[in-house]
């Protein structure tokens, strides 16, 4: 499959800049540009990406979406002076054009399509372009809200007119409604346009009753469009992850999408003036990570809004960071979605459940609009000087933090001779071990009567654990003849090494003896068989009946493993693959490529030696080579959601990411 990263830019997009005095639209300025580039040079990431050169978007290539006379007025204010600007800007609602306006908006344009053909051609795997003016606001005969072209719109346009796709997702995190959007593909179901915005209660700017939950699409669009409303700013990591979890995930899983383009505005992150959120920059990484698995991989990100030069610069960073590959900074802050964004969350489910199999089995809840005793928000004032500096100092220690310096080599393994052969040439194999390291973990254990093939592998396997836990290498893998004795060793290894939160998750029946009592081991035992065993908040049996015609597990993936794990914030995930696997080797691989966004991408998978297959899918995964993929969707057996939605029930006090609903937990 296509690797590598594309990074379209082009510095002739700083000339477009406001020359009067207009407070709705100063803060679209040209150094929200020079300042992403700026950070992306600081972090040495330039030299990492595929560099795309950008072109000007043709007249035809603009009128895909727009019409003649529209394009005709934007070209005719290149010769315009300052007072005819100001005139034509004034037709529109929060624009502003400038002579250079057209020359840019043409660049921004043929800089997304350059991007969507480096991908689709498979030049790259992904990419992202950094451009202005945004589009997303941009209408068929106007421009508004700072934009003029719809760059993404046109690029869903040409991607299915050139590349002949019949399923495009466009996600748009940007924290305005991108109703120009919307209004291009109300009633096409080949495009889902996802959006979430401020919107309290429509008392936010565009102020229109189609971006709130119940605008679902027009004709066969019906169920194309999902509109999540914020109805309080101060929105942060958790209830974005909720939002994705609960609706996004499921919604775009099912639809299957043949490329995914992002409407990537970061006025949604911490300190902007326009937005008043609260995400900090990893969000961003965490949203682009589970994007990244779906059309293979095809995923564009192109620049929206973001107005906190500090902010958007470290945002886009951690966007480019993720496209890459780079292991992720752990979410943070308290998961805990919180009320409003639930309610939210729960309408926008209800009003889709028409429409999506994913959403089949949901209680006909109740639409809410009731307005509940809200949480307070963070009181942040809206051009608050000295909110943005401090938003400044805060992102200053914040990225510090969170940003560990890079292993040189991502994958380790501990396969024995015969499954060398079967990994990437880029995983690394320890070799030349030192017992002596592992003997207060061994002694712990009756290996006396071990054969010295099965005894190897368990020491090298705890070789490429001490190599994760060092941080020398990213991921691992190890084989292994007793994946439960494996497994239990491996915890206990990590509990001496004081690792604080270990998260394992076993697939397939396995005779697990583990004894737990505190915060430092959380277990998911995904099995056929019933266990007897009472569920705890650390130790949570989850009964999934085999099913080969649909051979699916997105309810159990999003609805309860993700959130669970996002909530419990692990320091290291260990994954066992056992025998009778009651998942497809797909799930399995997508599960472990979706749980790379915990514990700093730190994962240690170990299987069964007989499951070679698996084993080296899960290989490809770790290293990066791999997205997994889906055919023929359907729905998930009854008696499997019925399980979840019980687990889900029984949890949501202890790990607040389940939480999807207004009903008010204590
Ligand atoms: C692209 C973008 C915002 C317009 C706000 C007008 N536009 N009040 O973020
Ligand atoms: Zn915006």
Same mark, same amino acid.
């Given at each position: 499959? #296509?690797? /590598?990263?594309?990074?379209?830019?082009? =510095?002739?997009?700083?000339?477009? %800049?406001?020359?009067?005095?207009?407070?709705?639209?100063?803060?679209?300025?040209?150094?929200?540009?020079?300042?992403?580039?700026?950070?992306?040079?600081?972090?040495?990431?330039?030299?990492?990406?595929?560099?795309?050169?950008?072109?000007?978007?043709?007249?035809?290539?603009?009128?895909?979406?727009?019409?003649?006379?529209?394009?005709?007025?934007?070209?005719?204010?290149?010769?315009?002076?300052?007072?005819?600007?100001?005139?034509?800007?004034?037709?529109?609602?929060?624009?502003?054009?400038?002579?250079?306006?057209?020359?840019?908006?043409?660049?921004?344009?043929?800089?997304?399509?350059?991007?969507?053909?480096?991908?689709?051609?498979?030049?790259?795997? &992904?990419?992202?372009?950094?451009?202005?003016?945004?589009?997303?606001?941009?209408?068929?005969? #106007?421009? &508004?809200?700072?934009?003029?072209?719809?760059?993404?719109?046109?690029?869903?346009?040409?991607?299915?007119?050139?590349? /002949?796709?019949?399923?495009?997702?466009?996600?748009?995190? +940007?924290?305005?409604?991108?109703?120009?959007?919307?209004?291009?593909?109300?009633?096409?179901?080949?495009?889902?346009? $996802?959006?979430?915005?401020?919107?309290?209660?429509?008392?936010?700017?565009?102020?229109?009753?189609?971006?709130?939950? +119940?605008?679902? /699409?027009?004709?066969?669009?019906?169920?194309?469009?999902?509109?999540?409303?914020?109805?309080?700013?101060?929105?942060?990591?958790?209830?974005?992850?909720?939002?994705?979890?609960?609706?996004?995930?499921?919604?775009? $899983?099912?639809?299957?999408?043949?490329?995914?383009?992002?409407?990537?505005?970061?006025?949604?992150?911490?300190?902007?003036?326009?937005?008043?959120?609260?995400?900090?920059?990893?969000?961003?990484?965490?949203?682009?990570?589970?994007?990244?698995?779906?059309?293979?991989?095809?995923?564009?990100?192109?620049?929206?809004?973001?107005?906190?030069?500090?902010?958007?610069?470290?945002?886009?960073?951690?966007?480019?960071?993720?496209?890459? /590959?780079?292991?992720?900074?752990?979410?943070?802050?308290?998961?805990?979605?919180?009320?409003?964004?639930?309610?939210?969350?729960?309408?926008?489910?209800?009003?889709?459940?028409?429409?999506?199999?994913?959403?089949?089995?949901?209680?006909?809840?109740?639409?809410?609009?009731?307005?509940?005793?809200?949480?307070?928000?963070?009181?942040?004032?809206?051009?608050?000087?000295?909110?943005?500096?401090?938003?400044?100092?805060?992102?200053?220690?914040?990225?510090?933090?969170?940003? *560990?310096?890079?292993?040189?080599?991502?994958?380790?393994?501990?396969?024995?001779?015969?499954?060398?052969?079967?990994?990437?040439?880029?995983?690394?194999?320890?070799?030349?071990?030192?017992?002596?390291?592992? %003997?207060?973990?061994?002694?712990?254990?009756?290996?006396?009567?071990?054969?010295?093939?099965?005894?190897?592998?368990?020491?090298?396997?705890?070789?490429?654990? &001490? %190599?994760?836990?060092?941080?020398?290498?990213?991921?691992?893998?190890?084989?292994?003849?007793?994946? *439960?004795?494996?497994?239990?060793? #491996?915890?206990?290894?990590?509990?001496?090494?004081?690792?604080?939160?270990?998260?394992? !998750?076993?697939? =397939?029946?396995?005779?697990?003896?583990?004894?737990?009592? +505190?915060?430092?081991?959380?277990?998911?035992?995904?099995?056929?068989?019933?266990?007897?065993?009472?569920?705890?908040?650390?130790?949570?049996?989850?009964?999934?009946?085999?099913?080969?015609?649909?051979?699916?597990?997105?309810?159990?993936?999003?609805?309860?493993?993700?959130?669970?794990?996002?909530?419990?914030?692990?320091?290291?995930?260990?994954?066992?693959?056992?025998?009778?696997?009651?998942? @497809?080797?797909?799930?399995?691989?997508?599960?472990?490529?979706?749980?790379? @966004?915990?514990?700093?991408?730190?994962?240690?998978?170990?299987?069964?030696?007989?499951?070679?297959?698996?084993?080296?899918?899960?290989?490809?995964?770790?290293?990066?080579?791999?997205?997994?993929?889906?055919?023929?969707? #359907?729905?998930?057996?009854?008696?499997?959601?019925? !399980?979840?939605?019980?687990?889900?029930?029984? $949890?949501?006090?202890?790990?607040?990411?389940?939480?999807?609903?207004?009903?008010? $937990?204590?």
């Amino acid at each position: 499959m #296509a690797a /590598g990263t594309a990074l379209v830019y082009d =510095g002739e997009m700083i000339n477009h %800049k406001l020359l009067w005095e207009d407070p709705t639209c100063e803060v679209e300025v040209p150094e929200r540009l020079s300042c992403c580039y700026g950070r992306l040079q600081h972090y040495n990431l330039i030299e990492r990406c595929i560099l795309v050169s950008a072109r000007e978007g043709t007249e035809s290539e603009i009128m895909l979406i727009h019409s003649m006379d529209y394009v005709e007025v934007v070209k005719s204010t290149e010769k315009m002076e300052k007072e005819e600007l100001q005139k034509v800007s004034a037709e529109y609602d929060a624009v502003y054009f400038h002579p250079t306006t057209y020359r840019c908006a043409k660049v921004a344009v043929g800089a997304t399509l350059q991007l969507v053909d480096a991908v689709m051609s498979g030049k790259t795997r &992904n990419g992202l372009t950094l451009i202005r003016p945004p589009g997303h606001h941009s209408q068929r005969n #106007a421009a &508004n809200g700072f934009c003029i072209f719809n760059n993404v719109a046109i690029a869903a346009k040409y991607a299915q007119r050139k590349y /002949g796709l019949q399923r495009i997702l466009i996600v748009d995190w +940007d924290i305005h409604h991108g109703q120009g959007i919307q209004y291009a593909f109300d009633d096409d179901p080949s495009v889902l346009y $996802f959006s979430w915005h401020r919107f309290e209660h429509q008392n936010f700017w565009p102020w229109l009753s189609e971006s709130n939950y +119940d605008a679902v /699409g027009q004709g066969k669009g019906k169920g194309f469009t999902i509109n999540v409303p914020w109805n309080l700013v101060g929105m942060g990591n958790s209830d974005y992850l909720a939002a994705f979890l609960h609706v996004l995930l499921p919604i775009a $899983f099912e639809f299957d999408p043949e490329l995914v383009l992002i409407s990537a505005g970061y006025d949604s992150g911490i300190g902007d003036p326009e937005g008043q959120m609260k995400a900090t920059p990893e969000c961003f990484s965490h949203l682009t990570h589970f994007l990244m698995n779906l059309a293979n991989g095809k995923l564009c990100a192109v620049l929206e809004g973001g107005y906190h030069l500090r902010s958007l610069s470290e945002s886009v960073c951690m966007t480019l960071k993720a496209l890459l /590959g780079d292991p992720l900074s752990p979410l943070s802050g308290e998961m805990m979605p919180c009320l409003s964004a639930r309610e939210s969350i729960q309408n926008v489910r209800a009003a889709h459940k028409p429409y999506w199999k994913c959403l089949t089995y949901e209680e006909k809840a109740e639409l809410t609009q009731t307005n509940v005793e809200l949480l307070s928000p963070q009181e942040v004032g809206k051009g608050d000087v000295n909110e943005v500096i401090k938003t400044d100092r805060f992102l200053e220690t914040h990225m510090k933090s969170i940003l *560990s310096l890079k292993p040189p080599i991502k994958t380790a393994a501990a396969v024995g001779e015969s499954g060398a052969y079967l990994l990437p040439p880029t995983v690394h194999i320890p070799k030349g071990l030192d017992m002596k390291e592992f %003997k207060t973990t061994i002694s712990a254990f009756d290996v006396k009567n071990m054969k010295e093939e099965a005894l190897n592998l368990l020491l090298n396997m705890l070789a490429v654990l &001490n %190599k994760i836990i060092k941080k020398e290498v990213i991921n691992g893998l190890a084989v292994s003849s007793t994946p *439960s004795l494996s497994s239990a060793i #491996a915890i206990a290894h990590c509990q001496n090494l004081k690792v604080q939160k270990v998260l394992c !998750v076993f697939v =397939g029946d396995m005779d697990m003896k583990i004894e737990l009592d +505190d915060d430092k081991v959380l277990l998911i035992n995904i099995c056929a068989k019933h266990f007897e065993q009472v569920n705890t908040k650390h130790n949570i049996s989850l009964n999934w009946k085999e099913d080969p015609k649909t051979n699916n597990f997105f309810s159990a993936t999003f609805g309860f493993i993700l959130p669970v794990a996002y909530s419990y914030q692990p320091n290291l995930t260990i994954v066992i693959v056992g025998p009778n696997q009651n998942l @497809g080797k797909n799930r399995i691989s997508l599960l472990i490529s979706l749980l790379q @966004g915990l514990a700093e991408s730190q994962i240690l998978a170990v299987i069964q030696d007989t499951e070679e297959k698996i084993m080296q899918d899960i290989a490809n995964i770790l290293t990066g080579d791999f997205i997994p993929n889906f055919e023929n969707f #359907a729905p998930d057996l009854q008696e499997n959601v019925e !399980v979840i939605k019980e687990l889900r029930a029984q $949890f949501q006090q202890e790990w607040k990411l389940l939480q999807c609903s207004a009903k008010n $937990f204590k």
